[in-house]
């Protein structure tokens, strides 16, 4: 675990310039581990279930539609060629 430390300048004896790094910022990894960590996004995503549903099945459909021409191709091929 890191530790942020305070350091009150007041008390300072030494009066030359004293630079303190600031702490690194999250990365994107990890800012997206908290956000699985603390948010609600699985009830978020029970919630929308019917539209998510509804977008599955217009893809599914319109990848039937894309490669239903290549399947009906491939069959007439194999028909012509088992019919001779």
């Not at 004293?18 to 990365?27: L, R, Y």
């Not at 997206?32 to 603390?38: A, N, R």
Request: aromatic fraction near 12%; proline fraction near 6%.
């Amino acid at each position: 675990m890191k530790t942020l430390t305070y350091t009150d300048s007041r008390h300072m004896t030494n009066w030359e310039l004293v630079f303190i790094q600031p702490p690194k910022p999250a990365t994107l990894l990890r800012r997206f581990q908290l956000y699985i960590e603390t948010s609600d996004w699985d009830e978020q995503i029970i919630r929308e279930g019917p539209l998510i549903d509804k977008i599955c099945l217009v893809m599914l459909i319109l990848l039937s539609l894309t490669i239903f021409p290549f399947i009906v191709a491939a069959l007439l091929k194999g028909w012509v060629l088992l019919k001779y």
